[in-house]
């Protein structure tokens, strides 16, 4: 069981900065309090032989803060844009970190890039698509020691009820790759 112990306002933070933007539209300035964070990839990985698309369920203390009774969302694949290297370098990195299967840089086929949460950050997030089988699997995934992450699969034949299933928790970033993925790839099978 989660529960929040306590919310604090943030001192010195590690990964974000909350700012105030000042600007001026139609000759009336107006302030905008946001949120400076990285930009990050996302990974709609489907795998060949189980035809199962691959989430990751992980806790997310900002929806368990609203949703006290639950805050495990189900994800694409994702990281944070944080190091020197090209996106689909880093996207490689986080489907093994976070469900332990080595794809190539070159398997990842780019779907398209967005600005996401553009109220509070503008973060600019760059989605791929990579498939995969089980010759790929050289670990059990689940992200870093401080994460807790869950490798799930959902049966392709089962995506479209559990994309409008509201009992299941999960970011916009899901109903559009599977929407890609049934307007691209599976019209090709």
Same mark, same amino acid.
């Given at each position: 069981?989660? =529960?929040?112990?306590?919310? !604090?306002?943030?001192?010195?933070?590690?990964?974000? =900065?909350? /700012?105030?933007?000042?600007?001026?539209?139609?000759?009336? *300035?107006? =302030?905008?309090?946001? #949120?400076?964070?990285?930009?990050?990839?996302?990974? &709609?990985?489907?795998?060949?032989?189980?035809?199962?698309?691959? &989430?990751? @369920?992980? &806790?997310?203390?900002?929806?368990?803060? @609203?949703? !006290?009774?639950? +805050?495990?969302?189900? $994800? &694409?694949?994702? +990281? /944070?844009?944080? @190091?020197?290297?090209?996106?689909?370098?880093?996207?490689? *990195? *986080?489907?093994?970190? $976070?469900?332990?299967?080595?794809?190539?840089?070159?398997?990842?086929?780019?779907?398209?890039?967005?600005?996401?949460?553009?109220?509070?950050? +503008?973060?600019?997030?760059?989605?791929?698509?990579?498939?995969? %089988? %089980?010759?790929? =699997?050289?670990?059990?995934?689940? +992200?870093?020691?401080?994460?807790? /992450? $869950? #490798? #799930?699969?959902?049966?392709?034949?089962?995506?479209?009820?559990?994309?409008?299933? $509201?009992?299941? !928790? @999960?970011?916009?970033?899901?109903?559009?790759?599977?929407?890609?993925?049934? %307007?691209?790839?599976?019209?090709? !099978?």
């Amino acid at each position: 069981m989660y =529960k929040i112990n306590s919310v !604090q306002t943030l001192e010195n933070p590690r990964f974000i =900065k909350p /700012i105030l933007i000042c600007y001026s539209i139609l000759n009336i *300035e107006r =302030k905008w309090e946001a #949120v400076v964070t990285h930009d990050s990839v996302a990974i &709609l990985l489907w795998h060949r032989t189980r035809d199962a698309f691959i &989430l990751v @369920k992980q &806790l997310r203390a900002t929806v368990l803060n @609203k949703n !006290q009774n639950d +805050g495990m969302m189900y $994800e &694409l694949c994702a +990281g /944070i844009v944080d @190091k020197a290297t090209s996106l689909e370098q880093i996207a490689k *990195e *986080e489907v093994l970190e $976070e469900c332990g299967f080595n794809i190539t840089v070159e398997s990842l086929q780019k779907i398209s890039s967005f600005y996401t949460s553009v109220g509070i950050s +503008g973060t600019h997030q760059t989605l791929y698509y990579a498939e995969c %089988d %089980d010759s790929m =699997k050289i670990d059990e995934g689940g +992200g870093l020691e401080d994460e807790n /992450i $869950e #490798v #799930v699969y959902i049966p392709t034949k089962e995506a479209k009820e559990f994309m409008f299933n $509201e009992s299941y !928790q @999960k970011t916009t970033g899901v109903m559009l790759a599977f929407y890609w993925f049934f %307007d691209n790839i599976n019209q090709i !099978q």
